[in-house]
């Protein structure tokens, strides 16, 4: 190790084992912390940055970490880590691809730092419990970015071509010196956006821009049993915000809308059903809602309140195409809010009649109450 010049990983903070991602994690916290315009009444501030940016030069190039792990400084030795014959030859760095979070994306946001848009589209696709049970075919209607007609997606008015960019040169790329880095940093060019390429007479169009937005109406199938949430994805359905680039895709998430009678849980539907005292003391069949419209379900005499009883594949189709899942019904019973004379004497005297017994739920916790209290 040359004097004076700290080991790459210990000016990084990160152990010789640590991944690409530990690495890279480790440097945006320290050249935000660090940072010259974070730190202005600091003058060593830009002194702590150069260095992290040329230990993370190292490091975080899986080629030079290989051959420092090897050699150490020594493989960064012969004048600079820059210069002609180095690791870097010509001194020049591309850090367009580089995606900084936080505040450093803030302050190296003029650098031209970030990804591109690819043109991608989300939406949100509505439907019926009924829909998603047994799948669907449906109808979106959305406006999606795609290349001006009139111009070709060039952003030039009919009968004229855009001029080469001066900023560049017509290259989309610019360098620079920038004085808290040791090297010449390239990026693409702000004023064109890296087509190279300036707009004199624009379009009347679309304004110059090379797009416009358009109505676009795509049918969707929805295979059977898919739940809310799911995404499905339309390849190519999306924006296309470049001429010279293809279109992105349009991610649908399937959002299904709350029935009144029924619940899913897995391939199963739950619905509850009242039925009045003598349905449930006596038995017999009761109609019930089903995915398939009207149904009938049997219920057993002496059917307790909460009991769930069930009707065979009435459920949600397997996703698999094997088979469906049951009809859970839950049973409530129906206590009348008004009653008449004549009816509120038949009930006395059934209860009368019956005693502790007409309530088995109730004989069973009076006893426990007799047993704790004896």
Known sequence: MSQGQRDHYEVLGVSRGASPEEVKAAFRRLAALHHPDRNPNDPNASVRFKELNASYQ?????????VYDRFGHRAEESGSPFASGGPFAGGVVDISDIAFDGILGDLLGV???????????KHDLEISFEEAA???EKQITYDKAVSCNDCRGSGAAPGTKPDNCPACQGK???????????????????????????VTTPCTRCRGNGIIAQPTTLTVTCPPGVESGAKKLVPGAGNRPRADKP??????????????????LGDDV?????ITFAQAALGGEVPVPTLDGKGKVRVPPGTQPGAVLRLKNKGIPNRAGIGRGDQRIEVTIEVPTSLTSRQRELIEQFAREFGEDVQPQQKSFMEKLRELFG
């Open 58 to 66: 190292v490091i975080g190039d899986a080629q030079r970490r290989a």
């Open 111 to 121: 650098f031209g730092v970030g990804r591109g848009d690819k043109g991608d589209l």
């Open 134 to 136: 047994f799948g669907c």
């Open 172 to 198: 989309g790329r610019v360098r620079f010196q920038q004085g808290i880095f040791p090297i010449a940093v390239e990026r693409t060019c702000s004023r064109c956006k890296g087509s190279g390429k300036l």
């Open 247 to 264: 279109p992105g895709d349009l991610e649908l998430t399937i959002q299904v809308r709350p029935h009144p009678f029924f619940k899913r």
């Open 270 to 274: 739950l619905c509850s059903v009242p």
